[in-house]
């Protein structure tokens, strides 16, 4: 239709709608899509998927994506989209569950559960494939390369979708003529359309059912599940603990380090068998009454980075098992009991497992478990990890420093006390929950403290032997935790810059954490869910902080607290979980007047195999700090960036949370190097469940930098060349405001309109896959943000 057809089309509505009818609307026009030859029959698995995971699973592949379209899978295509949200924070009842190849098996099941196609072509208008004419809707308005976009186009997690179904995406085109596909995005070139257009006109032809995994892999799911499924009373008890623990792991096994990679779930059928899965809301709920077998199924969707938390099997995690679990003296008495407030409760449930065993099972891979806590298929965990700074430092109590684990008295007496939000909880009043748990953590910490002081009467206080050196050689000893709105991730080491905050964990803080968080969240839970797992996680952070503050000189113990939680002094939480060691010493001699930073130091000076190489990037004392044999080229990017890391100023609080830096070598490309920036936001305090944007200190943010990548959701990319670099971090340093970000952009960032950005996240995304095979997956850009 021409612009003057359009106005002549507007004039006679508006007249006609001022009497009693309207006339219908135009159709919307939509950009033709390129195609294949027609006698080119297109195949999924080869080219469809390929398209697929470079350029939608980027945004489609976890649970926050839009619509709850995933397209990491022909399945999840195939599936298609709802209106129903997974995130809702005000939900009063729990949600239906809609976990792909979980909770239902058929295109059929999922139309029963309110999801409608993406592929099928009925309609009159258009394409009729809704998944086309979203595409041919981006193709009609396409971004301006290069350019912001409007201020007003919404790109917020929490914004409100619209979540079209065909019949309704003539009205959505209307009200959103810039909401087509890829959102907000550089386009798509011609060829990827082209295959995307011909498959579905082509009638969307499944993929053939995949493979069987390799040789080698069957024959150690069979030892796994022969394992898993053993008979005795014991194997039992433990095949179940290790569910639990397991249940967002992506398995792997040690000798085929890049896959395929297998989740474990509870099948009505035994080895051997097709599994047929007992989908269940939480790993420790009921399974029936009828047998079930523990079951490795292969990972079939495409590797995401944000759920891809690996965990190695192998004959010798087959011995360490059997040796913490198995071999180790106790006798169980009786299956535990699938009770939903007794489930939720691993101290109860587990009670016959040694201590001792639970304790360094979780130790010998902490840095999985720790991962487990903030990363995986929730996807969004704001509202609970806002609990935590964005950066600080984990130990953990030494075994035999552990009173839960060498007096066996002590879970017996606290067991109850210990009691996480259940699955029953959801409905409590917030009121009640609140004096609910600050009752139950007072007791539990008077409790222990008089085991503690039986054990040390004469109040000398810990050792730095009471700080778990890792048997030695496990580099698990030392984490640290990097906490942001859009991103969360654990890597071993002290990394960055001494933090303002570091955690002690004990076996009753690490086994509740992980229940809280993990086996008992339900990302589908309504708000009393959401915010009985943020309170209980409230005083287990204070916790952890408070028993790290028991190492050091008991006069600085509270000013060193105080300066954590300022303006946090009336929290009910706060004061219930006051210091209990003030009467207690410590063994350690200390030299200076900083404190924290000298044990943070004295713990890794302690045992360099587990310390792992010092951090000279974010902690060069004296530059310069090369690393060891380094390139001239790698000296140079490394004493340019060690100029920016570590630093407060207004500059810092301009950069997004997560960027990805590309440093180029223009005659040598094998040379290109990945950084990561990381901007830490300062906080007054982490105690309040809402407002944080009133707790921070922008002036105290600073900026770690890390070596390849970090996080999920990268928020921005930059690419530099290695001759530009001593620039690229002058100019940064001198960011004044918001505008002179936008300048720096400019020049170095690379916009989510730019033609570079698909090419460029095609590079990172092989890069990555180079760097680690084994740990790597695609990274979601449904946060890159609009700078």
């Keep these: 239709m021409s612009r003057a057809a359009t106005a002549l089309w507007l004039l006679a509505t508006t007249l006609l709608c001022l009497g009693m009818t309207c006339a219908q609307a135009p159709p919307v026009e939509l950009a033709t899509l ?267 969707s495409t590797i995401v980075h944000k759920t891809h938390i690996v965990y190695p099997l192998g004959e010798s995690r087959m011995r360490r098992l059997s040796e913490l679990f198995l071999a180790s003296d106790w006798e169980p008495s009786k299956l535990p009991e699938y009770d939903a407030n007794e489930g939720s409760n691993p101290f109860e449930t587990f009670a016959e497992i040694p201590a001792r065993s639970r304790y360094q099972f979780l130790l010998d891979d902490a840095q999985y478990f720790v991962m487990t806590f903030i990363r995986g298929p929730v996807c969004r965990g704001q509202v609970a990890v806002s609990v935590i700074e964005d950066h600080f430092f984990v130990t953990f109590l030494d075994p035999d420093s552990d009173m839960s684990i060498v007096d066996d008295t002590f879970l017996d007496e606290t067991k109850s006390l210990l ?54 050689h496990n580099r698990n000893a030392l984490l640290t935790v990097f906490r942001h709105f859009d991103n969360a991730t654990v890597v071993q080491g002290f990394v960055g810059e001494i933090p303002k905050t570091a955690w002690v964990i004990d076996f009753p803080l690490f086994e509740r954490i992980y229940y809280d968080l993990v086996a008992n969240f339900d990302v589908f839970g ?28 008991a006069d600085r113990r509270q000013e060193i607290r105080e300066s954590w939680y300022v303006g946090a002094e009336r929290d009910r939480s706060y004061r219930v979980n006051k210091i209990v060691s003030m009467d207690h010493g410590t063994q350690i001699q200390f030299e200076t007047a900083d404190v924290k930073k000298e044990l943070l130091e004295k713990i890794l000076a302690r045992n360099p195999a587990v310390a792992g190489p010092p951090d000279r990037l974010n902690r060069c004392g004296e530059p310069p700090c090369d690393l060891p044999k380094a390139t001239p080229i790698e000296q140079r990017v490394q004493r340019a960036l060690q100029r920016i890391t570590g630093r407060t100023g207004a500059w810092v609080s301009q950069l997004p ?120 997956g695609i990274f979601d850009f449904g946060r890159y943000q609009n700078l």
């Design 419 to 472: 009691s996480l939000p259940g699955e029953n909880e959801s409905d409590l009043a917030v009121g009640r929950l609140w004096i609910k748990y600050n009752i139950a953590q007072r007791r539990y910490l008077a409790a222990r403290k008089k085991f503690y002081a039986l054990h040390d009467p004469d109040n000398l206080g810990p050792t730095l032997d009471a700080i778990w050196d890792g048997d030695g």
């Design 657 to 776: 949370e997560m960027a990805f830096l590309v440093v180029r070598s223009r005659h040598q490309p094998r040379l290109d190097a990945s950084y990561t920036l990381v901007h830490n936001r300062a906080h007054t305090n982490v105690a309040a469940m809402f407002g944080e944007d009133k707790r921070l200190i922008p002036e105290q943010d600073t900026l770690t930098i890390v070596r390849g990548y970090l996080g999920s959701y990268p928020n921005l990319l930059f690419e530099v060349d290695i001759n530009d670099l001593e620039t690229f971090t002058h100019t940064l340093m001198s960011i004044e405001n918001a505008t002179d970000f936008e300048k720096f952009v400019d020049r170095w960032g690379i916009r989510r309109t730019s033609p570079r950005f698909w090419s460029t996240v095609d590079w990172i995304h092989q890069d990555a896959r180079r760097r680690r095979p084994t740990k790597a």
């Design 34 to 300: 390129p195609a294949p030859a027609e006698s080119e029959l297109i195949s999924f698995d080869e080219q469809v998927k390929p398209v697929l995971d470079r350029r939608c699973v980027v945004c489609h592949g976890c649970y926050d994506a839009p619509c709850q379209l995933l397209l990491s899978s022909h399945e999840g295509v195939d599936r298609g989209a709802t209106k129903d949200p997974v995130y809702h924070s005000t939900r009063l009842l729990t949600a239906p569950l809609t976990r792909l190849e979980i909770d239902a098996q058929t295109t059929a099941e999922w139309r029963e559960k309110n999801f409608y196609s993406v592929l099928e072509n009925s309609a009159s208008e258009g394409y009729g494939s809704l998944l086309l004419n979203m595409l041919a809707l981006g193709q009609s308005r396409p971004v301006t390369p290069d350019a912001r976009l409007p201020e007003d186009f919404p790109l917020a997690i929490d914004r409100e979708l619209s979540c079209p179904t065909e019949a309704e995406f003539e009205a959505y085109a209307r009200e959103h003529p810039l909401g087509g596909m890829p959102y907000g995005m550089a386009p798509l070139t011609d060829r990827e359309l082209g295959v995307l257009s011909s498959w579905v006109q082509q009638g969307a032809p499944p993929p053939p059912a995949p493979p069987p995994p390799p040789r080698a892999a069957l024959v150690q799911i069979e030892q796994w599940e022969g394992f898993l499924n053993g008979p005795s009373l014991k194997q039992r008890i433990t095949s179940r603990y290790l569910f639990e623990h397991w249940i967002f792991a992506h398995l792997y096994f040690e000798d085929l380090p890049t896959g395929p990679f297998f989740r474990i779930l509870r099948s009505s059928t035994p080895p051997g068998a097709p599994a047929v899965e007992i989908a269940t809301r939480r790993p420790y709920d009921d399974p029936g009454p009828e047998d079930f077998w523990y079951r490795l199924v292969p990972i079939e």
């Design 526 to 553: 309504n708000v009393g869910h959401q915010i009985s797992t943020r309170l209980y996680m409230d005083h287990l952070r204070m916790q952890s902080e408070n028993l790290f503050l028991a190492f050091l000189p």
